[in-house]
């Protein structure tokens, strides 16, 4: 996939700690010819990066975080919250972490797919009452796939 500008920074490749998802990582010399890392982050040594441990972070916990962050909290709350609901002490830079890598993921995976819409189109309008004043959110959905389009916002 061809990356434009200011992505170019987030390497996926990049061999990211199994603790808290910081690719701030070194190579930490060979134990029985097995490759260790140090994450310099969290301070903590790991011989396997792919997945994330089962007893560190859950796929769940992830999930709520990214929830979370797109509910506009800010990383700041999310990890207050995992702390005051689940008294889950992540890492300060785990909530940061999670979303820029699987964001990235995720938009990846997205721009594999490309729509099979169907040519019948439909304009679906929704009148918000903003101060006052009415606002026009028109969605552009395909009418087969409920597939949306093109979300437009217009002011009268
Ligand atoms: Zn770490």
């Known amino acids: 996939m061809s990356q434009g500008p200011g992505t170019r920074d987030i390497d996926l490749d990049a061999i990211v700690c199994k603790y808290c998802q910081s690719d701030n990582v070194i190579k930490y010399g060979k134990l029985k010819g097995v490759q260790r890392y140090f994450c310099k982050d969290c301070k903590r040594k790991f011989a396997n990066p792919d997945a994330i441990p089962k007893m560190q972070t859950s ?19 999310i990890r207050r919250n995992f702390i005051q609901q689940d008294n889950n002490y992540i890492t300060p830079t785990s909530p940061y ?5 699987f964001t990235r993921l995720a938009v990846d995976e997205a721009a594999k797919c490309k729509p099979a819409v169907d040519s019948i189109w439909v304009a679906d ?32």
């Open 59 to 77: 796929i769940r916990d992830v999930a709520d975080a990214l929830n979370m962050y797109y509910e506009g909290m800010s990383l700041a709350e």
């Open 97 to 101: 972490n999670w979303v820029r890598r």
């Open 125 to 156: 309008e929704t009148v918000i009452d903003l101060d006052g004043k009415n606002v026009w959110l028109w969605d552009l959905i395909d009418s087969k796939t409920r597939f949306l389009l093109r979300p437009l916002a217009c002011r009268p």
